[in-house]
């Protein structure tokens, strides 16, 4: 299927216990990285609608996403599919606003 080959291009694992599926077919990205799709789109969305996040309310989405992938890859807690997802749209929000904190800086300097 070409989504699935769309997902497996862009770096995700496409685990079929870490995924979602519907009516039998499995999404062509993790939970996770569903939710930052969802997470950064979302933000450009809203960006465009004038609505913009600090540097630390970015760092603070990231840092949630990735405490709970630590915790998991450390054996600490399993992370469920439904806290992948949230974390990831954290996480794709704060990827988002990182960059426009960045750019926005980059711009000020000339």
């Known amino acids: ?14 685990r079929a ?4 599926a519907w009516r039998g ?7 996770r ?3 930052v799709f969802v997470g950064q789109v979302g933000m450009i969305f809203l ?3 004038s609505v913009r996040i600090t540097l630390g309310v970015s760092l603070i989405g990231l840092g949630l996403m990735f405490i709970d992938w630590l ?16 974390t990831g749209i954290l996480g794709g929000c704060g ?3 990182l960059y426009a904190v960045v750019f926005s800086w980059i711009r000020s300097l000339f």
């Open 47 to 49: 960006m465009l609608m």
């Open 25 to 31: 077919y499995q999404f062509p990205l993790c939970a």
């Open 95 to 97: 990827l988002i606003g």
């Open 1 to 14: 299927m070409r989504l699935m080959r769309i997902g497996c291009q862009s770096g995700c694992h496409q």
């Open 71 to 86: 915790l998991q890859r450390l054996g600490v807690i399993e992370s469920t599919n439904w806290r992948r997802l949230i």
């Open 33 to 35: 990285c569903t939710g």
């Open 17 to 20: 216990d870490r995924s979602f």
